[in-house]
């Protein structure tokens, strides 16, 4: 398969599109057909070895994703071959395949796109923290 790989740090520009072995999930995870990677700024920052949480590399980053169940791990029941789900995962979402633990995992709604699947992973969370803990508790936010 196909991944954009972090093998040094810096910015986009030192990302590496390599030919990897598909991962094969262990228990508990699922083999998810990436569709839709969200590009955040913490995407950035990590490749950058900016972030908080450095990830030994190579590592391929893309923290939100949208995709196809391709394979289940042993334990795995409440997902299946086939099904839409979208998940959060730290990095490895900028990759045809990646192995996501299946408690991360929610399924799409029918009618949405898998590219506003992965993107309600991160960003609208963020956004959705912000109005939350700042206009709920009675701060102005600009």
Do not use: W
């Amino acid at each position: 398969m196909r991944a954009l790989m972090s093998c040094e740090p810096g910015g986009p520009e030192t990302l590496r599109l390599l030919d990897v072995s598909v991962p094969i999930p262990d228990a508990g995870q699922v083999l998810l057909e990436v569709k839709a990677c969200g590009v955040n700024y913490p995407d950035f920052l990590t490749i950058q070895d900016r972030y908080q949480v450095k990830t030994p590399r190579p590592f391929s980053p893309g923290a939100e994703v949208a995709g196809i169940v391709s394979a289940v791990g042993p334990e795995v029941s409440e997902l299946r071959v086939g099904q839409r789900i979208a998940a959060r995962i730290g990095t490895g979402g900028m990759a045809e395949f990646v192995v996501v633990d299946a408690a991360r995992c929610s399924e799409i709604p029918d009618g949405m796109s898998f590219a506003d699947a992965a993107v309600m992973q991160f960003t609208f969370e963020t956004a959705y923290y912000a109005l939350h803990t700042y206009a709920s508790g009675g701060r102005r936010l600009v």
